[in-house]
C-alpha cells in the first residue's frame, strides 16, 4: 500500500535552516508529481510547493518563495523540504502528499498523505 | 483567492445517523474542481471526494459528494464509529489552491 513517511522536524531558531525528508513506498515514485502541504491550528491547510514527477518543475507559495526549496531523489524514493531563513509563521506540522498525476497540470489535489512532521520556530 | 467556508464548525451526531456537512466557495469553483479530505487525530488527511461528486478508491460508497458553482455538500448516509473525525473541503479549480477551515464530527 502507498506509505509516506516524513522526518526532520523538530525546535529550530528563527532565521535558522532545516530539512524534511519523506521516503515514499508502496508506488512508483517517479511517475508522481510530489507536494508539501503545511497545518497550523490557526490558518488550517496550506499548500506550499510542489515537484513534476521528474523534477523538472517546482513551483511555490507565495509565503515561502526564494526561501524553500523543494527536491527529490528518485533513485531513493524520497522527497525533500530545504527550509531557509525561518520565521515563527513557519511553525507548522508539514506534510507530503502524492499529486493525483505528474503535477504538470496545475489544479492539484492529493490521493495520498503522510502523517506530518512538525516544525517549531522559536528562540 | 478562492474562500472556502464551512458550516457547522462542529456536529454532534450519533453512530447511524446521516451527516450533511456544508462547503461554501466565494467565487464560482471551475469544473467543481472541489475534494473533501477526513483527518483523524494524529493523522495526515484521506482523499474522500474529488471532483465534488467522484468517490476515491477505497472509500465507502456512505460518503457521497454533491454541488457545482459556489455551494458543496458532503453527506454521510450512516455515522461509522471511525467516521467521527474532522473533514475539509479544498478547491483546485483556481491558483492558488485554497482549503476550508474544517468541520468537526463529534459523538453524540
Known amino acids: 500500500q502507498v506509505q509516506l513517511v516524513e522526518s526532520g522536524g523538530g525546535v529550530v531558531q528563527p532565521g535558522r535552516s532545516l530539512r524534511l525528508s519523506c521516503v515514499a513506498s508502496?508506488?512508483?515514485?517517479?511517475?508522481?508529481?510530489m507536494h508539501w502541504v503545511r497545518q497550523t491550528p490557526g490558518k488550517g491547510l496550506e499548500w506550499v510547493a510542489v515537484?513534476?514527477?521528474?523534477?523538472?518543475?517546482?513551483y511555490y507559495s507565495d509565503s515561502v518563495k526564494g526561501r524553500f526549496t523543494i527536491s527529490r531523489d528518485n533513485s531513493k524514493d524520497t522527497l525533500y523540504l530545504d527550509m531557509n531563513s525561518l520565521r515563527a509563521e513557519d511553525a507548522a506540522v508539514y506534510y507530503c502528499?502524492?499529486?493525483?498525476?505528474?503535477?504538470?497540470?496545475?489544479?492539484?489535489?492529493?490521493?495520498?498523505w503522510g502523517q506530518g512532521t512538525p516544525v517549531t520556530v522559536s528562540s | 483567492e478562492i474562500v472556502l467556508t464551512q458550516s457547522p464548525g462542529t456536529v454532534s451526531l450519533s453512530p447511524g445517523e446521516r451527516a450533511t456537512l456544508s462547503c461554501r466557495a466565494s467565487?464560482?469553483?471551475?469544473?467543481?474542481?472541489l475534494a473533501w479530505y477526513q483527518q483523524r487525530p494524529g493523522q495526515g488527511p484521506r482523499l474522500l471526494i474529488f471532483a465534488a461528486s467522484s468517490r476515491a478508491t477505497g472509500i465507502p460508497d456512505r460518503f457521497s459528494g454533491s454541488g457545482s458553482g459556489t455551494d458543496f455538500t458532503l453527506t454521510i448516509s450512516r455515522l461509522e464509529p471511525e467516521d467521527f473525525a474532522v473533514y475539509y473541503c479544498?478547491?483546485?479549480?483556481?491558483?492558488?489552491?485554497?482549503f476550508g477551515q474544517g468541520t468537526r464530527v463529534e459523538i453524540k
Open positions: 515537484i513534476w514527477y521528474d523534477g523538472s518543475g517546482k
Open positions: 479544498q478547491q483546485y479549480g483556481s491558483s492558488p489552491i485554497t
Open positions: 467565487q464560482s469553483v471551475s469544473s467543481s474542481y
Open positions: 502528499a502524492r499529486d493525483r498525476g505528474t503535477a504538470m497540470v496545475s489544479g492539484y489535489y492529493f490521493d495520498y
Open positions: 508502496g508506488f512508483s515514485f517517479s511517475n508522481y508529481g
